[in-house]
């Protein structure tokens, strides 16, 4: 059920500069929330997301303030939390890719698993001190069912991680729930499966995809390198994923929810389907490169989103095939702009 706000609306969110960070502003803005975001110092801007909500004419960017601080430092969150004084927190921040995860175990560990403890230690105290009733996300992830258990995955699936990256999102799905049993917080996990955009990051295998489509039919490439093919996954549009997290803090008792499309597809079928929107056969251009494989991976993620039906109202409005349009058209158009930057001699690329 939802509850009516009683307060001026303030919202935190770890992550901002991400991909569902700036679609969670976006949606927080346009509720009339003020939007705090944490950002980490780095020697460029990270802040290419969220800039146009800077520039909007109307109100909404002298609604975002953005704050320096770090997972890693609990110190950060706490004097952040003093500053901004927030109603509602939304720990999106993450070393978020699964195959980085390999590499750098340690370091997603400490944030995208002890770092969701630093926040919530924070926000305990925060809570306790100012009398404030904090209520607060996390970003549970589809990565924790793993080697699933059963098809498809629902809240009760028990998790089987297959990466450092699954087993620090399970820590942190165990400590909200502990701070809500322990502390009596107003704390929901949303278990969420893929979900991609334009604004998704270009090592993911959807976006990764699509650019390469976009510089393929603009002749800036002629083939782009993946691994396993035959992964599924169940992808849906970030933007209508923020909202289901905004409603899981709008309900009067905190719970988690598997937020998904209740379908899935291969990665073949998703570069099948992007070269296809712009009349050209991937088989021509999609090469295999081990390097791209994990030492664990996920076969087969199929999500069942009926109880954020039931309980949130939440249906996804983007399709696969809808998603693919977007994706692909928004990357021909930036391929378009690379290409006349090109032309007039500037350096352009696209890392893999
Ligand atoms: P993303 O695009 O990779 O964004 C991650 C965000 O975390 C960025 O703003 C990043 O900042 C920030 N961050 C990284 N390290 C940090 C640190 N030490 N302290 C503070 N912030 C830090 O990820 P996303 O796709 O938006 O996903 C948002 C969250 O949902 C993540 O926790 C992810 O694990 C989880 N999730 C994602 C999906 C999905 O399919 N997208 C599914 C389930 C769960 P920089 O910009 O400075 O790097
Ligand atoms: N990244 C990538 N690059 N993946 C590839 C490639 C490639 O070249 N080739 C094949 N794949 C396969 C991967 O092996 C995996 O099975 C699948 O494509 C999806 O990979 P990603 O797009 O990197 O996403 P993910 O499923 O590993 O993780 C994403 O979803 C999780 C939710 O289930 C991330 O957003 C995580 O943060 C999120 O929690």
Redesign the pocket.
Known sequence: MLSAPTQHRIALV????????SYLAEFLLSKGYDVHG???R?SSF?TGRIEHIYRDPHDAGARLHLHY????DGNSLERVLREVKPTEVYN??????VRVSFDMPVFTAD??GV?TLRLLEAVRVYREESGTPVRYYQ?????MFGKVAEVPQSESTPFHPRSPYGVA?VFSHWATINYRESYGMHASCGI?????SPR??ETFVTRKITRAVGRIKHGLQNQVFLGNLDAQRDWGF?GDYVEAMWLMLQQDEPDDYVVATGKTFSVREFAEKAFARVGLDWQKHVAYDPRYNRPAEVDLLLGDPAKARRKLGWEPRVDFDGLIAMMVDADVEMAAREKTLRDAGFQVGAME
């Open positions: 770890t992550g901002i500069t991400g991909q569902d960070g944490l950002v980490r780095s990270a601080g770090d997972l890693a999106l921040g993450a070393q978020s890719h944030i995208a770092g970003a549970s992830s589809s990565e999102k969420l499966f893929n979900h991609e998704r990051g970030a």
